[in-house]
């Protein structure tokens, strides 16, 4: 089945560590996305990534990190600096114009919870 | 930037009854306004998405309208069941490509009570 394989789905970090969070996703899509939220806050957006090798920042880079060398996988790092980590991590693709998909569609994986202890 | 605004962030209401939630967005250029629901512990999905072009949508028991010259949107759930009870955002963007980011509204905790 396609979907977006998000993993750990929970995590635990010590202060001063960087963790990564992965994503994969296998509907061909170009489009890759990291959101951040939480409670009473809803879905901030951290980084997007339109096509293979690019990315732009969102709205809460700061802190975090990505790649994208492949067009299925595009890794979230949370570096020590980001100073509350503590967050259910969202990641999403969407559809290029034309698919079958609604095209404004985003497709969200189930999500990694870290907590910072 | 967009900013979207959700209200209310609790809503209750029996089995059977309807429910509204409405969401307001500040920039004019946005033309694309869709509504996820969000299970527990789960990703949002979408259910219903509306462009600017439209006043009105309807699947099912769902429905979604749209005021542009207000700058608001709402989303309308009838006969109301316990399964519909999770969490949902509005969200809004200029376009649907893959340039275009989804801003999104605080989210609405629907309890559906038996």
């Known amino acids: 089945d396609g979907g977006i394989t998000q993993s750990p789905k929970y995590l635990f970090r010590k202060e001063g560590q960087n963790v990564t969070l992965s994503c994969e996703q296998n509907?061909?899509?170009?489009?890759m996305y990291w959101y951040r939220q939480d409670p009473g806050q809803g879905l901030r957006l951290i980084y997007y990534?339109?096509?293979?090798?690019?990315?732009q920042k969102g709205d809460i880079a700061e802190g975090y990190s990505v790649s994208r060398e492949k067009k299925e996988s595009f890794p979230l790092t949370v570096t020590s600096a980001q100073k509350n980590p503590t967050a259910f991590y969202l990641c999403a693709s969407k559809p290029d114009r034309g698919r079958r998909e609604s095209p404004g569609e985003l497709f969200f994986g189930e999500g990694s919870r870290l907590t910072v202890l | 930037g967009e900013n979207v605004e959700q209200h209310p962030s609790t809503l209750s209401v029996q089995e059977g009854d309807s429910a509204v939630i409405k969401c307001t967005y500040s920039?004019?250029?946005?033309?694309?306004f869709p509504w996820y629901k969000q299970e527990l512990g789960k990703g949002p999905q979408l259910i219903i998405d509306i462009r600017s072009n439209v006043g009105e949508k309807k699947d099912q028991r769902i429905a979604v309208t749209l005021n542009k010259t207000a700058k608001h949107f709402s989303l309308h759930i009838t006969e109301t069941q316990p399964e519909d009870s999770a969490v949902y955002f509005c969200?809004?963007?200029w376009g649907t490509g893959t340039a275009s980011k989804l801003t999104f509204g605080t989210g609405t905790r629907l309890q559906v009570t038996l």
């Open positions: 509907l061909n899509h170009d489009a």
């Open positions: 969200a809004a963007s």
């Open positions: 990534s339109q096509i293979v090798n690019d990315f």
């Open positions: 920039d004019s250029a946005s033309n694309y």
